[in-house]
């Protein structure tokens, strides 16, 4: 298995531009969500979701959209790429939504906004 | 240790020593914990989780306490060795949530 899977690696945007980061997991898990991590700040919750067909925001949503339309894949959309959104995003997975169990990181995300 | 401004705070071990990594948690009502490894470059790693009815947990050269008087978590490795250096977070969950709460982190470095 691969667990999960974050493609790209890097990202180089200019202001405005958009860009959809990819997030699969093959664990068949329910639960997928996305982190910013910013130096000082640990990682903070932009939308998360529970299920095929299902989201919601976390603490830090605005700026991004995303959409859960398979249970596989969960990806993280900016319309309008600000320089604040310069960032590392993680994404992650868990079995179960409503259960007590840790979540699966992939590796990241490094996005440059200029 | 205690986040101070943009800079982690840090815990410097020799090799071999035992290391203690500490958390305050914000929330009395959360009932599951669980403490993170991260090493540069990559994700998050799970370490070792425990729930709110335990107040220690063993794993292969960790355990996890917690002190839920104080709102207190804590990591404590044996015999550190250099693979082990890494930023360290806990996270925190609440009954009824899905959700995660993560604390900012403390870097572990370990030197030989």
């Known amino acids: 298995n691969a667990g999960v899977t974050q493609t790209p690696k890097f990202q180089v945007l200019k202001t405005g531009q958009s860009m959809t980061l990819q997030c699969a997991q093959d664990?068949?898990?329910?639960?997928m969500s996305w982190y910013r991590q910013d130096p000082g700040m640990g990682l903070r919750l932009i939308h998360y979701?529970?299920?095929?067909?299902?989201?919601d925001q976390g603490e830090v949503p605005n700026g991004y959209n995303v959409s859960r339309s398979t249970t596989e894949d969960f990806p993280l959309r900016l319309l309008s790429a600000a320089p604040s959104q310069t960032s590392v995003y993680f994404c992650?997975?868990?079995?179960?939504?409503?259960?007590?169990?840790?979540?699966?990181f992939g590796d990241g995300t490094r996005l440059s906004i200029l | 240790g205690e986040s101070v401004g943009l800079h982690l705070p840090t815990l410097s071990v020799q090799e071999g020593d035992n290391s203690i990594i500490n958390c305050a948690y914000s929330?009395?009502?959360?009932?599951?914990f669980i403490w993170y490894k991260q090493e540069s470059g990559k994700g998050p790693q799970f370490i070792i989780d425990?729930?709110?009815?335990?107040d220690k947990r063993q794993g292969q050269r960790v355990t996890v306490l917690l002190n839920k008087t104080v709102k207190h978590l804590s990591l404590q490795i044996a015999a550190t060795q250099p693979g082990d250096s890494a930023v360290y977070f806990c996270?925190?969950?609440?009954?009824?949530?899905?959700?995660?709460?993560f604390g900012k982190g403390t870097m572990l470095l370990v030197s030989p």
């Open positions: 992650a997975s868990k079995r179960q939504f409503n259960s007590n169990q840790p979540q699966h």
């Open positions: 425990i729930r709110s009815n335990m």
């Open positions: 929330n009395s009502a959360s009932d599951y």
């Open positions: 996270a925190e969950a609440r009954p009824g949530y899905s959700t995660l709460t």
């Open positions: 979701s529970v299920g095929a067909g299902i989201t």
């Open positions: 664990m068949n898990h329910e639960y």
